[in-house]
T-cell receptor
Framework: KAGVTQTPRYLIKTRGQQVTLSCSPI?????VSWYQQTPGQGLQFLFE???????NKGNFPGRFSGRQFSNSRSEMNVSTLELGDSALYLC???????????FGPGTRLTVL | AQTVTQSQPEMSVQEAETVTLSCTYD???????LFWYKQPPSRQMILVIR??????QNATENRFSVNFQKAAKSFSLKISDSQLGDTAMYFC?????????????FGQGTTLQVKP
């Protein structure tokens, strides 16, 4: 089976812009979770989607949003980018509750 | 709130030797899942091992094994016969059972260097 894929792998944006990141889960996986990784804050949970429904959300401002499509692919959007949004964004997919999460290679976002 | 603590920011080990990475966690839940993930310089997060809290037997995967002490809320990772390819950052992670579905809580990570 193909692993989790994320596009794009690298992205450079300027403050105030918005960005959309995409995640394609492992075939058959219906849960997609998103994480932000920074040197200062480590790995932090953004949100989780299962069957097109957001089931869980981390402590991030409303500028961070996401959605999931009927084929389980997920996107996350960050509006009005800030310098502090520069990070590695990881998505992970799993079969569902309690199942192991498998990670994609990440999208490296740089905000200038 | 659940927390995960890795008290060793950096460790090193000689090739072929054994090393143990520490992890403690805090939760009021009785059933949960614990994981060790490895993140090499490529930044790809790779599952190393998984432990279900209801299982008393410690999980093993080839050269990797855990020492799960539920009462002490401790979950250490032992790497035997260390190889150069084991050089990476290692994260301990917690996932609750019914609460906070789909959410992994990570420790701060331990950078492991395997020396030739």
């Amino acid at each position: 089976k193909a692993g989790v894929t994320q596009t794009p792998r690298y992205l450079i944006k300027t403050r105030g812009q918005q960005v959309t990141l995409s995640c394609s889960p492992i075939s058959g996986h219906r849960s997609v979770s998103w994480y932000q990784q920074t040197p200062g804050q480590g790995l932090q949970f953004l949100f989780e989607y299962f069957s097109e429904t957001q089931r869980n959300k981390g402590n991030f401002p409303g500028r961070f949003s996401g959605r999931q499509f009927s084929n389980s692919r997920s996107e996350m959007n960050v509006s009005t980018l800030e310098l502090g949004d520069s990070a590695l964004y990881l998505c992970a997919s799993s079969l569902g509750e309690g199942d192991t999460q498998y990670f994609g290679p990440g999208t490296r976002l740089t905000v200038l | 709130a659940q927390t995960v603590t890795q008290s060793q920011p950096e460790m090193s080990v000689q090739e072929a030797e054994t090393v143990t990475l520490s992890c403690t966690y805090d939760t009021s839940e009785n059933n949960y899942y614990l994981f060790w993930y490895k993140q090499p310089p490529s930044r790809q997060m790779i599952l190393v091992i998984r432990q279900e809290a209801y299982k008393q037997q410690n999980a093993t995967e080839n050269r990797f094994s855990v020492n799960f002490q539920k009462a002490a809320k401790s979950f250490s990772l032992k790497i035997s016969d260390s190889q150069l390819g084991d050089t990476a950052m290692y994260f301990c992670a917690f996932m609750g059972d019914s609460s906070n579905t789909g959410k992994l809580i990570f420790g701060q990570g331990t950078t492991l260097q395997v020396k030739p």
